[in-house]
C-alpha cells in the first residue's frame, strides 16, 4: 500500500487537470473558475492564513485569543479610536495581515506584487 498523498498535492493535481480539458465557452469558463478556487484552496492548505494572521494579531495585541476575537478587539480599539494610524505598529500589523490574505487569494495581484518584490 502506498503513502497517501497530501491533501495541498491532490487539490493542485485537480485544478491543472482542469486546466487541461478542451473546453469552449460557458464550460471552460467554468472550468477555470473552479481551477482558480482550487489554487486558492491549495495555497491556504499550505500557508495556512488564519494561524498567521492570528499570531501576527496576538503578537501586536499582546495576548492570545481565538482569531475572531482578536479581529473583533482591534476593530473596537478602532472604533473607540483607542488605536489609529499614528499607534506604533498598527500599519505594519494591518499591511502584513492583508499581504498574507492577498498571497492566498491572488498573488498576481499587481499591488501584492510590487508591496513583496524585493526592489533591484
Not at 75 to 93: F, I, W, Y
Amino acid at each position: 500500500m502506498s503513502e497517501q498523498i497530501e491533501m495541498q498535492t491532490l487539490v493542485e493535481a485537480v485544478a491543472d487537470f482542469l486546466g487541461t480539458l478542451p473546453l469552449e465557452g460557458q464550460a471552460a469558463f467554468h472550468a477555470k473558475v473552479a481551477a482558480g478556487a482550487l489554487g486558492i484552496v491549495a495555497r491556504e492548505i499550505a500557508q495556512k492564513p488564519r494561524a498567521a494572521e492570528a499570531a501576527t494579531l496576538a503578537g501586536f495585541l499582546g495576548h492570545d485569543r481565538p482569531l475572531d476575537a482578536l479581529r473583533a478587539e482591534l476593530c473596537d480599539k478602532l472604533r473607540r479610536r483607542e488605536m489609529t494610524a499614528e499607534t506604533p505598529g498598527l500599519l505594519d500589523t494591518l499591511t502584513r495581515t492583508a499581504l498574507a490574505k492577498l498571497a492566498v487569494d491572488n498573488p498576481r495581484y499587481s499591488t501584492f506584487q510590487r508591496m513583496t518584490t524585493p526592489s533591484q
